[in-house]
C-alpha cells in the first residue's frame, strides 16, 4: 500500500460586511447629511430676491420717502435677513438711524419706526436770512448751525442781527427736513426761508436759544 495522501487544509472564508452594521450605517447617514446641506447652500446662494436699496444719499435722522429707495435683485443667501426685503417691509416712513450711501442696501437693523425715533429726535424750524444758507439747499442736506450774536439796533428783529458777533455753533449735522418757499409766506418778511431741521431731542433748547439770540447760518456738509 502506499503512503497516504495528506488532505489540503480548509481555506478560510473573508466573512462579507454585513451592511446592517450600525457603524457603516452611521458613516452612510452621515455622507447623505453631508450632500445634502451642501445642496442647499448652494441652491440658497443662486437664489435671488428683491431688497430696498438707498436711491441716493441718505442722512442719519431722515425719515424716508418712495424718492429715496428704490428696489434691487441681488443675491443674498443667508445674509438676506440681515436688510430690508421687499413684500414683507417697506420702508417708506421710517427713518433712519445712520447713513446710507447711494445704492447701497438697506440694513433692517438701521431703519426704525417712526414712533421709535421720534422719541429721540425732533424737528425744529429755523428762520435763515438771504445768503446766510446754500443756495442749494434741500431736503435730506446735513447742516451745521452757526448763530452770530450781538446788540440788535432799534428796528431790527430776530434773523436780523447786525453783524459783528463772534460765531458760535449751535447744532452739528443737523438733517435738511424740509425748505420752505419764501413766496408761501411762512417765513415772513425777516427770513428769506424757514428751514426745518432733525434734530436731536436733547439738543433742541439750544438751537432755540441760539436762533433766538442772533442771525443764523448754514453751513453744509461737502458731498463726496
Do not use: C, K
Not at 16 to 28: K, N
Request: charge should be neutral; glycine fraction near 10%.
Amino acid at each position: 500500500m502506499g503512503a497516504p495522501v495528506a488532505s489540503s487544509p480548509a481555506l478560510a472564508r473573508l466573512a462579507r460586511p454585513r451592511w446592517t452594521d450600525a457603524r457603516l450605517l452611521l458613516g452612510v447617514l452621515l455622507v447623505v447629511a453631508s450632500l445634502a446641506t451642501g445642496a442647499r447652500v448652494m441652491a440658497g446662494a443662486e437664489r435671488t430676491g428683491q431688497v430696498w436699496a438707498a436711491s441716493r444719499d441718505l442722512a442719519a435722522g431722515l425719515q424716508l420717502t418712495s424718492a429715496d429707495v428704490q428696489v434691487r435683485e441681488v443675491r443674498l443667501g443667508v445674509a438676506s435677513g440681515n436688510y430690508l426685503t421687499v413684500g414683507a417691509q417697506d420702508p417708506v416712513g421710517r427713518v433712519l438711524a445712520r447713513p446710507v450711501s447711494a445704492g447701497d442696501l438697506l440694513p433692517a437693523a438701521a431703519v426704525l419706526p417712526q414712533a421709535q425715533a421720534a422719541q429721540a429726535r425732533r424737528q425744529v424750524t429755523v428762520p435763515v436770512s438771504a445768503f446766510h444758507y446754500p443756495p442749494d439747499l434741500a431736503r435730506g442736506a446735513v447742516v451745521d448751525v452757526y448763530v452770530s450774536t450781538s446788540s440788535s439796533p432799534a428796528g431790527l428783529s430776530t434773523g436780523q442781527a447786525a453783524s459783528g458777533g463772534d460765531p458760535s455753533l449751535a447744532i452739528a449735522g443737523a438733517v435738511v427736513v424740509a425748505v420752505t418757499d419764501p413766496g408761501s409766506g411762512f417765513a415772513g418778511p425777516d427770513a428769506s426761508v424757514g428751514v426745518v431741521l432733525n434734530v436731536p431731542a436733547d439738543q433742541v433748547p439750544s438751537l432755540v436759544a441760539g436762533v433766538r439770540a442772533g442771525a443764523v447760518d448754514l453751513v453744509q456738509e461737502p458731498q463726496p
